[in-house]
């Protein structure tokens, strides 16, 4: 690994902790030559997924946007920064898991609005609201009757 300040390709590890659920290697390491301490991250490398939009374009899957999407949607919510982590890990195992290698938008989107339904109703009607573009307050009110449906399920259980 080449230290990120001089170049020097001899460094050494001074601390590693799994993160990520054990998904990923963060690892502190130090420069032998100039002694800058810097972070990596070790992760697998899976195979590329392909998300085909709406319109039928491809793009690669973007961890990154996902994470962005829902940090947004859950904004001034009690949901922490480690609980969205997980969500995004838990949706990328469910997506390679299904063996596609081309997986459309209104599969993750739903995969999120489910994940969401379950952590936090505030934040699943934001992302609900974004992802249906909803036009006026009925689809909202159907969207939240939906909502409270699934909460009404889960305490019959």
Do not use: W
């Not at 902790?17 to 054990?22: E, F, I, L, P, Q």
């Not at 392909?50 to 039928?56: A, L, Q, R, S, T």
Request: one cysteine or more; proline letters at 1%; charged letters at 35%.
């Amino acid at each position: 690994m080449k230290c990120g300040k001089c170049q020097e390709t001899e460094t050494k590890v001074i601390e590693s902790r799994d993160v990520a659920d054990g998904e990923a290697v963060r690892r502190r390491r130090a420069c032998t030559k100039c002694h800058y301490r810097f972070t990596t991250y070790e992760r697998l490398e899976r195979p590329n997924l392909i998300v085909v939009k709406n319109d039928g374009t491809r793009e690669l899957f973007a961890r990154e946007k996902l994470l962005v999407g829902l940090y947004r949607a859950c904004e001034k919510t009690q949901v922490t920064g480690m609980q969205i982590e997980r969500l995004v890990a838990d949706i990328e195992h469910e997506l390679y898991d299904c063996g596609d290698a081309e997986i459309p938008t209104t599969k993750i989107g739903q995969l999120v609005m489910d994940h969401l339904a379950e952590l936090n109703e505030v934040a699943y009607v934001r992302f609900a609201s974004v992802y249906r573009r909803f036009k006026d307050i009925a689809s909202f009110e159907k969207e939240l009757s939906v909502v409270k449906g699934l909460k009404t399920d889960k305490s019959k259980s």
